[in-house]
């Protein structure tokens, strides 16, 4: 199964330096041989990155692999539940 995080351009190989954080970026950059849409994929889908507390996110580690699910799906199922609820009090 593909990486859901992973956006490159199909049979795109990544490059192996990395870049230092304290490189300073240049004045100028060339883009005479960029490939404009190299990257685009029509019908991409992005998600929002959730970031959860330190404590929050090894609780719901721990529960996840107890019940043998991903995190992901253990705040999805969560949330659902939250949400009936909302809305069966409206």
């Given amino acids: 199964m593909p990486d859901p995080h992973d956006f490159s351009a199909p049979g ?3 490059r192996r330096k990395t870049i230092s954080k304290s490189e300073p ?3 100028e950059y060339d ?3 960029a490939e404009r849409g190299k ?3 029509p019908g991409a889908e ?6 959860l507390d330190r404590d929050v996110d090894e ?18 199922e969560w949330l659902r539940v939250n949400m ?3 809305e069966s009090s409206r």
């Fill in 46 to 51: 992005f998600g929002l990155p959730v970031f």
């Fill in 31 to 33: 883009f005479s041989k």
């Fill in 25 to 27: 970026m240049r004045a």
């Fill in 39 to 41: 990257f685009y994929q």
């Fill in 84 to 86: 009936k609820l909302i």
């Fill in 12 to 14: 795109h190989k990544r």
């Fill in 59 to 76: 609780y719901l580690s721990i529960l996840a692999k107890q019940k043998q699910i991903d995190v992901q799906d253990l705040v999805n």
